[in-house]
């Protein structure tokens, strides 16, 4: 719709401009026609003046005035054409600021198109670049759709293998409540092989008694032919105590029985337990899968690695860690960026607990205050922050905040300044926990410069605040 609006302009400013082309041609028709009547005025003038002096001159006869009034009537024709054509050029003249009026109206109205059509293009540009730029949007969002289905798809996958994981735990759980029930009715079973043993031991002592008591008839009845009626009791006793013998041989045959079932029994318990046995493993494989499923979709500690991939599960937060999920230790010292006042110790050397070597000067990063002032700036306060929580964690250390500035400006001034501004320093890491007895403040001034005062950037260094330890 704008497009075709500023066609229709473009159509208007071209029509105006046609218009335009007329008027300038009328002016320059009427300028033309203009100074032609302005000579033919002249040259009627010209006439009339010749024409009074004639008259003023002579006294011709009558016969030359009836002449000369035929010519002055004849010039007093041409003269009226003349008024004529000059009160014409007049009104042109009159019309002529109208016309200037109208064509600088017009000249306006062109410009006044012109702007619109150059805001017409500005705008159709910055269309163009809005389109553009959904354009970029629309692809990102596909590709963000794109990436949320493939999330949802992963999403899915899991909860249906965590489903079939936890079917598989049900079932193996319904398999050992079954194994436990087998190994109770085992434990029952070898209760009563127990008590049948016990009783198979004391049929075998029954038996033994039996057999002696037999051995001892038998050669009461060798011994006393003679005594029948009393070997007749003996032999039906003996009977009996055979029928008894012949029952006791039963019961131990059942229970010889009843000890291949225990065999059986105790068969199926081995085999049971070594079934229950596989089935803890398996579930103990499973456990292991579900959890490493679950550690791989959790991250505890939130610092961006998932626990199945944290090899420092507990880092606090807010910390910097490497794809293991450990704080980053830039120069291999053995302390944590976080915590080290030295990330550029040189490989291998020793340092302490600050992460420093013994005489390396430990000078505070990003430790800047207000021109001319002790007022700490919220950078500084920020890196403070991080110095207060070192030095918490480590009590009993003594530690000189020392202050230095350049060498620009009165000595006496910086030596001042250096001591408030470490003072200030000290002052704000006491109001963050840090206890004040481990803590003292000095200003050095201008002493002991690390870097060039002759340069912007060296002066820049000098103006700092160090640590030193108190021994």
Same mark, same amino acid.
């Given at each position: 719709?704008?497009?075709?609006?500023?066609?229709?302009?473009?159509?208007?400013?071209?029509?105006?401009?046609?218009?335009?082309?007329?008027?300038?041609?009328?002016?320059?028709?009427?300028?033309?026609?203009?100074?032609?009547?302005?000579?033919?005025?002249?040259?009627?003038?010209?006439?009339?003046?010749?024409?009074?002096?004639?008259?003023?001159?002579?006294?011709?006869?009558?016969?030359?005035?009836?002449?000369?009034?035929?010519?002055?009537?004849?010039?007093?024709?041409?003269?009226?054409?003349?008024?004529?054509?000059?009160?014409?050029?007049?009104?042109?003249?009159?019309?002529?600021?109208?016309?200037?009026?109208?064509?600088?109206?017009?000249?306006?109205?062109?410009?006044?198109?012109?702007?619109?059509?150059?805001?017409?293009?500005?705008?159709?540009?910055?269309?163009?670049?809005?389109?553009?730029?959904?354009?970029?949007?629309?692809?990102?969002?596909?590709?963000?759709?794109?990436?949320?289905?493939?999330?949802?798809?992963?999403?899915?996958?899991?909860?249906?293998?965590?489903?079939?994981?936890?079917?598989?735990?049900?079932?193996?759980?319904?398999?050992?409540?079954?194994?436990?029930?087998?190994?109770?009715?085992?434990?029952?079973?070898?209760?009563?092989?127990?008590?049948?043993?016990?009783?198979?031991?004391?049929?075998?002592?029954?038996?033994?008694?039996?057999?002696?008591?037999?051995?001892?008839?038998?050669?009461?009845?060798?011994?006393?032919?003679?005594?029948?009626?009393?070997?007749?009791?003996?032999?039906?006793?003996?009977?009996?105590?055979?029928?008894?013998?012949?029952?006791?041989?039963?019961?131990?045959?059942?229970?010889?029985?009843?000890?291949?079932?225990?065999?059986?029994?105790?068969?199926?318990?081995?085999?049971?337990?070594?079934?229950?046995?596989?089935?803890?493993?398996?579930?103990?494989?499973?456990?292991?899968?579900?959890?490493?499923?679950?550690?791989?979709?959790?991250? +505890? *500690?939130? $610092?961006?690695?998932? %626990?199945?991939?944290?090899? !420092? /599960? =507990? #880092?606090?937060? @807010? &910390?910097?860690?490497?794809?293991?999920?450990?704080?980053?230790? +830039? *120069?291999? $010292?053995?302390?944590? %960026?976080?915590?080290?006042? !030295? /990330? =550029? #110790?040189?490989? @291998? &050397?020793?340092?302490?607990?600050?992460?420093?070597?013994?005489?390396?000067?430990?000078?505070?990063?990003?430790?800047?205050?207000?021109?001319?002032?002790?007022?700490?700036?919220?950078?500084?306060?920020?890196?403070?922050?991080?110095?207060?929580?070192?030095?918490?964690?480590?009590?009993?250390?003594?530690?000189?905040?020392?202050?230095?500035?350049?060498?620009?400006?009165?000595?006496?001034?910086?030596?001042?300044?250096?001591?408030?501004?470490?003072?200030?320093?000290?002052?704000?890491?006491?109001?963050?926990?840090?206890?004040?007895?481990?803590?003292?403040?000095?200003?050095?001034?201008?002493?002991?410069?690390?870097?060039?005062?002759?340069?912007?950037?060296?002066?820049?260094?000098?103006?700092?605040?160090?640590?030193?330890?108190?021994?």
């Amino acid at each position: 719709a704008q497009l075709e609006a500023a066609n229709q302009k473009l159509a208007a400013q071209e029509e105006l401009q046609k218009q335009i082309e007329t008027l300038q041609a009328s002016v320059t028709s009427l300028k033309e026609e203009n100074g032609s009547l302005t000579t033919q005025l002249k040259e009627a003038q010209d006439k009339i003046t010749t024409l009074t002096d004639i008259q003023a001159q002579l006294e011709p006869p009558k016969a030359s005035v009836t002449s000369l009034k035929e010519a002055n009537a004849t010039l007093s024709t041409q003269l009226e054409g003349a008024q004529t054509a000059a009160a014409a050029l007049e009104k042109l003249k009159a019309d002529l600021p109208a016309k200037s009026d109208e064509l600088a109206t017009a000249q306006g109205r062109i410009e006044e198109l012109q702007n619109k059509i150059t805001q017409l293009q500005t705008n159709a540009d910055d269309l163009k670049e809005k389109t553009t730029a959904l354009a970029a949007a629309n692809d990102q969002v596909s590709e963000l759709k794109a990436k949320l289905t493939t999330l949802s798809q992963t999403l899915t996958k899991n909860k249906e293998l965590t489903k079939t994981l936890q079917d598989r735990l049900t079932a193996a759980e319904a398999k050992i409540k079954t194994l436990n029930d087998a190994l109770a009715q085992e434990e029952k079973l070898q209760k009563q092989l127990a008590e049948k043993e016990t009783a198979f031991t004391q049929v075998q002592q029954n038996l033994a008694a039996l057999t002696t008591e037999k051995q001892q008839l038998a050669g009461k009845l060798a011994q006393s032919a003679a005594v029948a009626a009393q070997l007749a009791e003996l032999q039906s006793t003996f009977s009996t105590k055979e029928n008894e013998i012949e029952q006791l041989k039963a019961t131990i045959e059942n229970l010889k029985g009843s000890a291949k079932e225990v065999e059986g029994l105790k068969q199926q318990l081995e085999e049971a337990n070594q079934n229950i046995k596989a089935l803890e493993e398996k579930i103990q494989t499973l456990q292991k899968e579900r959890e490493q499923i679950i550690r791989k979709s959790k991250d +505890s *500690d939130k $610092d961006g690695v998932s %626990d199945a991939d944290d090899k !420092c /599960p =507990n #880092t606090i937060t @807010g &910390a910097k860690v490497n794809a293991e999920g450990c704080e980053i230790d +830039s *120069d291999k $010292d053995g302390v944590v %960026d976080r915590l080290d006042l !030295c /990330p =550029n #110790t040189a490989s @291998g &050397a020793t340092v302490d607990k600050l992460g420093c070597a013994e005489n390396a000067k430990i000078v505070l990063q990003d430790i800047n205050f207000a021109l001319g002032t002790a007022k700490l700036t919220k950078t500084a306060q920020k890196s403070l922050n991080g110095v207060a929580q070192i030095l918490v964690g480590l009590p009993g250390m003594k530690l000189e905040i020392a202050g230095y500035t350049d060498n620009i400006g009165d000595s006496k001034r910086n030596q001042e300044l250096s001591r408030k501004r470490a003072q200030a320093v000290m002052d704000y890491l006491v109001k963050h926990g840090v206890p004040s007895d481990q803590l003292s403040a000095k200003g050095f001034g201008e002493a002991d410069p690390i870097a060039d005062n002759a340069t912007a950037e060296g002066r820049a260094k000098n103006r700092r605040v160090e640590l030193h330890r108190v021994q």
